[in-house]
T-cell receptor, first 114, second 115 residues
Framework: NAGVTQTPKFRVLKTGQSMTLLCAQD?????MYWYRQDPGMGLRLIHY???????AKGEVPDGYNVSRLKKQNFLLGLESAAPSQTSVYFC?????????????FGDGTRLSIL | AQKVTQAQTEISVVEKEDVTLDCVYE???????LFWYKQPPSGELVFLIR??????QNEISGRYSWNFQKSTSSFNFTITASQVVDSAVYFC????????????FGTGTRLTIIP
């Protein structure tokens, strides 16, 4: 019953460092998403993917890159971390993009940029 | 433009009381879907329920019930006989029915159940 798995769960970076967050799902879902959650706010979409080899920008894509080389994995990269990117990052997946399909979320990655 | 509003920022009730969480979704879309997610203190996001804009039948599942009124764009969630384990942040997240991939999350309502 793994569902959506995010690694790492916690990370502290210094400004300017780079890192990659990994999201893996075992539900054979076509669609995958990366969100960020900041205090007092709902989730905001960073990037998403509609299938293997595809990516698209969401609401707040600046400063992030993504890749979907395999259907089950969706990677979120920070090339040069900034304090404004301190947040909790959630990955989600859904069967397809039908409006009635719920998104299933991972447990989140808490990222702090010093 | 679409707008989702969860006007209640924080609610506290004593255990066993009933509590209703409000969500208003303003849109010109005629077809849309409404999702509720729960985020307990441990931080994960748990999918609770999905409702369609064309189905206004209320639904009850155990201690949870949902009341959707399209005329007022309100999609309310009631917990009866609340328990401490219900303490969490609850998000309303509508989504257009026309292949729009984006869930629009409300700002959430933090519910605290006092033992």
């Amino acid at each position: 019953n793994a569902g959506v798995t995010q690694t790492p769960k916690f990370r502290v970076l210094k400004t300017g460092q780079s890192m990659t967050l990994l999201c893996a799902q075992d539900m054979n879902h076509e669609y995958m998403y990366w969100y960020r959650q900041d205090p007092g706010m709902g989730l905001r979409l960073i990037h998403y993917s509609v299938g293997e080899g595809t990516t698209a920008k969401g609401e707040v894509p600046d400063g992030y890159n993504v890749s979907r080389l395999k259907k089950q994995n969706f990677l979120l990269g920070l090339e040069s971390a900034a304090p404004s990117q301190t947040s909790v990052y959630f990955c989600a997946s859904s069967r397809h993009n039908g409006g009635n399909q719920p998104q299933h979320f991972g447990d989140g990655t808490r990222l702090s940029i010093l | 433009a679409q707008k989702v509003t969860q006007a209640q920022t924080e609610i506290s009730v004593v255990e066993k009381e009933d509590v209703t969480l409000d969500c208003v979704y303003e849109t010109r879309d005629t077809t849309y879907y409404l999702f509720w997610y729960k985020q307990p203190p441990s931080g994960e996001l748990v999918f609770l329920i999905r409702r369609n804009s064309f189905d206004e039948q209320n639904e009850i599942s155990g201690r949870y019930s949902w009341n959707f009124q399209k005329s007022t764009s309100s999609f309310n969630f009631t917990i009866t006989a609340s328990q401490v384990v219900d303490s969490a942040v609850y998000f309303c997240a509508p989504r257009s029915g026309f292949g729009n991939e984006k869930l629009t999350f409300g700002t959430g309502t933090r519910l605290t159940i006092i033992p």
